[in-house]
């Protein structure tokens, strides 16, 4: 089993849809969690972190259930400039700082 | 200013040659990743440097792998005698000892081994 898991999509979705991504992490020792962002041939980029609370940026609201090893991303109102890969990420410490980045969903957003 | 650097951006080389990629981190970084990314996967964890500390090297996928960090800066990441499994994207990041999970990526290095 991977250590982290994603739904590769795609998601095709029109503009304006919401959106929802899934992630599951297996190491209960995991400590932080992250959204990168990869758009097509380019480098991640990170998109927000996710806390304990949830937190929301813009359109953009991240949630973890740490009892269920769980992590979420939702995009609202979805714009064209949102198609890329989404990928989850769990950071933790007992592994002395090592990533581990899932595999991604792809997210296509058609006019 | 100026974010994380690679060199090569493209690498084509036969299989059995040597390779030497190489990454200049974010001045001030103390924190360096390598990673592979094969087309159309996630990112596979190859080597992580942290300030002094002995590397952690556990994804590294084979010995003809290994990268060095000079002077806390510059890596240079190590393939010997190429195979075709090995053509891949490889990405450098840098992150600061108190923010490890907001890594900064340099644009990679695409190797083709033919």
């Known amino acids: 089993r991977k250590e982290v898991e994603q739904d590769p999509g795609p998601f095709n979705v029109p503009e304006g849809a919401t959106v929802a991504f899934n992630c599951t992490y297996s190491?209960?020792?995991?400590?932080?969690f992250f959204w990168y962002r990869q758009d097509c041939r380019k480098e991640p980029k990170l998109l927000m972190s996710?806390?304990?609370s949830g937190n929301e940026d813009g359109r953009f609201t991240a949630q973890l259930n740490r009892a269920s090893q769980y992590i979420s991303l939702l995009i609202r109102d979805s714009k064209l400039s949102d198609s890329a890969t989404y990928l989850c990420?769990?950071?933790?410490?007992?592994?002395?700082?090592?990533?581990?980045f899932g595999q991604g969903t792809e997210l296509s957003v058609k006019p | 200013g100026a974010g994380v650097s690679q060199s090569p951006s493209n690498k084509v080389t036969e299989k059995g040659k040597d390779v030497e990629l190489r990454c200049d981190p974010i001045?001030?970084?103390?924190?360096l990743y390598w990673y592979r990314q094969s087309l159309g996967q996630g990112l596979e964890f190859l080597i992580y440097?942290?300030?002094?500390?002995?590397?952690?090297k556990s994804g590294l996928p084979s010995d003809r792998f290994s990268a060095e960090r000079t002077g806390g800066s510059v890596s240079t990441l190590t393939i010997q005698r190429t195979q075709q499994e090995d053509s891949a994207v490889y990405l450098c990041?840098?992150?600061?000892?108190?923010?490890?999970?907001?890594?900064?990526f340099g644009p990679g290095t695409r190797l083709t081994v033919t």
């Open positions: 990041a840098s992150s600061v000892q108190g923010a490890l999970g907001e890594q900064y």
């Open positions: 190491n209960s020792a995991s400590q932080s």
């Open positions: 996710v806390y304990s």
């Open positions: 990420v769990v950071l933790t410490y007992n592994q002395g700082g090592k990533l581990i």
């Open positions: 001045s001030g970084h103390t924190a």
């Open positions: 440097f942290q300030g002094n500390s002995a590397p952690d």
